[in-house]
């Protein structure tokens, strides 16, 4: 087992785009101060892990699940305090008046906001590099190392915004400007986590989309007609809860490219994520197993079929470069015992949902706290579950009382906090838990329905959320819970 996964933590699930508007968040949070205010906040609470989305480039929706580029981060997510203080803008650049400051995210207002400040910022920077004690070096190696994926974005980016971009985001140099800045800062933002003794949890898309720069630069690597456009599609069979399946609308791996290479593109695509953050769940895990193909020019996701892919060969490959890979199986959907022997051969933890725990009349779940296994996370919800608040309200009366009788009666005063109690004493190793559930928040509070096309990732945490009093509370039921590392 990989040492971070074998200690009883805990943590919490929060997109950066989520943080709190301060200090010139516009729009969306980004990794400034509020970031870094974030971690001093989850330290104070007990709380190690700090778990993410992805934080590529969004693509349809503004989905972190559709990216524009695997190697790529969202340039919305530059913090412009942080560039005020190294001196690329004047103070005044954090002012915004006349710009909407609602409860939600809201990627025009940051992009209406922010794109003006990245030109002021890339122009000042194109003059002062040269200098001495300027960022000429730094950026120079930055634009060595990265290349070969830097490169193709910065192409992809300029073409996709040519006919109505300003003049600075017509030129390549400034979409690498970004990625200079956006690592430095998210350096700077690991190290100020690792001194608080909080991992970043990252998490990785298993596929590409349609529409991004590393289709556009290997198109050889997907599945694709002579036009460009996907021959087979991805998404999910039908089930309880989506009649027609989801359509994901990404195109699937050609994985016999990908095995003639040695798996190139994928072991470079990990060690740049690994780069970023110290753990990694990887998305939709059964895929490294089996995959849902749906053909090229459907509409739902009915008529697919499950093909078999060499999840084994690229996992082994991976082993190769990085040893016990420090990966979160996010082993749900259709799982079969395939999933589970590939998961543990490679010695990874599961996942388990506690809201699935309680639909089992005869208690077999393995979902139930009690049978959770020591190297799995457990987590109350995702981001694609409703919120606990949420979820405790529209269920049957007898899945209720079965959740009632297992937690007690806070069960039915606080449910939110009753889950979070069930989380943190599982003998799961790690217990996740998304905000929205630690603060008790309703369905208003959700970040996504699946197979949703709009009204998806827009919460976000409000600027008085991060309390003393929450934290002690947090950090006291840690402590009881085994879940504070000095107590081992």
């Not at 190697?71 to 004047?90: C, K, N, R, T, W």
């Not at 609602?102 to 000042?124: E, I, M, T, Y």
């Not at 470069?321 to 199986?329: S, T």
């Not at 970040?447 to 998806?456: A, K, T």
Request: hydrophobic residues 35%.
């Amino acid at each position: 087992m990989h040492p971070l996964l074998q200690t009883r933590t805990a943590g919490v699930l929060l997109h950066p785009t989520s943080l709190p508007a301060t200090d010139g968040a516009i729009g969306i949070g980004d990794l400034g101060p509020s970031a870094r205010r974030f971690v001093d906040w989850m330290a104070a609470a007990g709380l190690r892990r700090w778990q993410m989305l992805p934080i590529g480039p969004v693509g349809e929706g503004d989905s972190p699940y559709s990216p524009l580029s695997s190697f790529a981060i969202e340039p919305m997510l530059v913090s412009i305090a942080d560039l005020v203080h190294d001196g690329l803008l004047s103070s005044s650049a954090l002012r915004a008046s006349g710009v909407p400051r609602g409860p939600s995210a809201s990627w025009p207002a940051v992009r209406r906001w922010k794109r003006p400040r990245l030109h002021a910022a890339f122009a000042r920077f194109a003059k002062t590099r040269g200098r001495k004690g300027a960022n000429g070096a730094p950026y120079r190696d930055f634009r060595d190392r990265n290349a070969d994926w830097l490169d193709p974005w910065c192409g992809f980016a300029t073409e996709r915004t040519r006919s109505s971009a300003s003049a600075e985001e017509r030129h390549p140099e400034y979409h690498a400007f970004v990625q200079f800045v956006l690592d430095r800062q998210w350096t700077g933002l690991r190290r100020h986590a690792s001194t608080r003794r909080v991992a970043l949890v990252g998490d990785l898309p298993i596929f590409c989309g349609a529409d991004s720069a590393d289709v556009a630069a290997r198109p050889d690597l997907f599945r694709l007609d002579r036009s460009g456009r996907p021959t087979v599609q991805t998404g999910c069979p039908p089930d309880a809860f989506t009649r027609d399946g989801q359509l994901w609308r990404h195109p699937h791996y050609r994985w016999t490219s990908h095995q003639r290479d040695g798996f190139a593109w994928w072991r470079r695509r990990v060690e740049t994520t690994l780069r970023r953050f110290d753990l990694v769940r990887i998305d939709h895990f059964i895929g490294f197993v089996r995959a849902y193909e749906i053909p090229g020019d459907a509409t739902h996701a009915r008529d697919g079929r499950w093909r078999r892919t060499p999840g084994r060969e690229l996992l082994e490959a991976i082993r190769e470069d990085v040893g016990v890979p420090p990966f979160i199986a996010e082993d749900l959907g259709d799982v079969t015992p395939e999933v589970h022997r590939l998961r543990d051969d490679f010695d990874l933890p599961g996942m388990r949902i506690l809201q699935w725990a309680f639909f089992d009349a005869d208690a077999t779940s393995q979902d139930l706290p009690h049978r959770h296994p020591a190297h799995s996370v457990v987590y109350p919800g995702t981001h694609d579950n409703d919120t606990i608040v949420g979820w405790y309200r529209d269920l049957p009366a007898e899945v209720r009382s079965r959740f009632q009788s297992y937690a007690g009666d806070e069960a039915r005063s606080d449910p939110a906090a009753a889950m979070t109690r069930l989380a943190f004493t599982s003998p799961a190793n790690t217990a996740i838990v998304q905000t929205q559930d630690l603060l008790g928040l309703g369905r208003s509070a959700r970040m996504n329905v699946p197979g949703r096309p709009r009204g998806n990732w827009r919460w976000r945490l409000a600027t008085n959320a991060q309390t003393t009093s929450l934290a002690r509370k947090l950090h006291k039921l840690s402590r009881a819970s085994g879940r504070l590392e000095e107590t081992r």
